[in-house]
């Protein structure tokens, strides 16, 4: 059973970092490719804005290139996803899934920038 557990969010100020994790199980981790996602309040999607290739390789959405960096432990069956510069409008609910998506999702982690 897939099972994504996403942590790490919380409130923080506009300038400010948080490192999220997203712990994986029940699917080979090491040869999926891994995406963050996330969900602003009265959103009906979430979207996609960054994924990471088993191989290592990197894309990151326009709206959070070069302050976000995402990375991966196969040997934790882990992706984190570093935020720094945060902005208000990177105030979201944050998931992660597997590429191409598993029906499954997780439960997200609540990130909120505000002074």
């Known amino acids: 059973q897939v099972q994504l557990v996403e942590s790490g969010g919380g409130l923080v100020q506009p300038g400010e970092s948080l490192r999220l994790s997203c712990a994986a199980s029940g699917f080979l981790f090491s040869e999926s490719d891994m995406a963050w996602y996330r969900q602003a309040a009265g959103k009906k999607q979430r979207l996609f804005f960054a994924?990471?290739?088993?191989?290592?390789?990197?894309y990151y959405d326009a709206s959070v290139k070069g302050r976000f960096t995402v990375s991966r432990s196969d040997a934790n069956n882990t992706v984190y996803l570093q935020m720094n510069s945060l902005k208000p409008e990177d105030t979201a609910v944050y998931y992660c899934?597997?590429?191409?998506?598993?029906?499954?999702w997780g439960r997200g982690t609540q990130v909120t920038v505000s002074s």
């Open positions: 994924r990471i290739a088993r191989g290592g390789r990197t």
């Open positions: 899934n597997a590429l191409p998506n598993f029906n499954s």
